[in-house]
Nanobody
């Protein structure tokens, strides 16, 4: 079993930055893919970014590309989502998810289009960006 927990400062001004943290514990092969998803007032759950922990391969949604970096801190079982150039439309509930990489695009990457294939989810953390 994998436990997933998000944390991080949840509010920022437009144009600002914030970092979300995801701690995923459990057998490494069960959490090879770590991804962030979000639900905004205007969208259903959508993938933001993912990382294949074995290789470091990353995937980013077009809406955040160039503004977001996903990175691991393997020794701490942590994955960070660094967001900059924040926009009000980034406001939403952000979820971290973990899963084995099988069926998610491995060995090249962890696809973020298939949220339902991610097995383990955190409870989410609210991000609010003011204009």
């Amino acid at each position: 079993q994998v436990q997933v927990e998000e944390s991080g400062v949840g509010s920022a001004q437009g144009g600002g930055s914030l970092r979300l943290s995801c701690e995923a514990s459990g057998a490494p092969y069960m959490r090879s893919c770590i991804a962030w998803f979000r639900e905004t007032p205007n969208t259903e759950r959508e993938g933001v970014a993912s990382i294949l922990t074995e290789s470091g391969a990353t995937v980013y949604a077009d809406s955040v590309k160039g503004r977001v970096t996903i990175s691991p801190e393997n020794a701490e079982n942590m994955v960070y989502l660094q967001m900059s150039g924040l926009k009000p439309e980034d406001t939403g509930m952000y979820y971290c998810a973990a899963s084995p990489s099988v069926g998610l695009g491995a060995p090249n990457a962890c696809l973020i289009a298939y949220d339902k294939k991610y097995r383990f989810w955190g409870r989410g953390t609210q991000v609010t960006v003011s204009s």
